[in-house]
């Protein structure tokens, strides 16, 4: 079982990238997944997250510019990314596990989950 993000690249302030989360050996039906990111000499911040329900959570740094959303059919999480910046500059992680007894407030946090996949590198740069 695993995760493989795609999608990042290099794009100017203002642009748009779309990163997938594929899952590899197992359907996420049943799966919460979320997006993380850690650029240099930060720590790892949780971007957004989408339940088996398909309810979705945000940061707050990202509402109204990032969208999140599942293709069951393909097995695949998008993140849509519109609007970025500068600061949105990171190594973009997904990750996941079975969506079953998450605390509260907790599905942007990263030690809630167990299966990550290896990072694709996202670059906001004139």
């Known amino acids: 079982e695993q995760l493989v993000e795609s999608g990042g690249g290099l794009v100017q302030p203002g642009g748009s990238l779309r990163l997938s989360c594929a899952a590899s050996?197992?359907?996420?039906?049943?799966?919460?997944i979320g997006w993380f990111r850690q650029a240099p000499g930060k720590e790892r911040e949780g971007v957004s997250a989408i339940s088996y329900t398909d309810n979705t959570y945000y940061a707050d740094s990202v509402k109204g510019r990032f969208t999140i959303s599942r293709d069951s059919a393909k097995n695949i999480i998008f993140l849509q990314m519109d609007s970025l910046t500068p600061d949105d500059t990171a190594v973009y992680y997904c990750a996941g596990r079975i969506d079953h007894g998450f605390l509260p407030n907790s599905r942007l946090h990263a030690l809630a989950y167990e299966l990550w996949g290896q990072g694709t590198q996202v670059t906001v740069s004139s």
């Open positions: 050996g197992f359907t996420l039906d049943y799966y919460a």
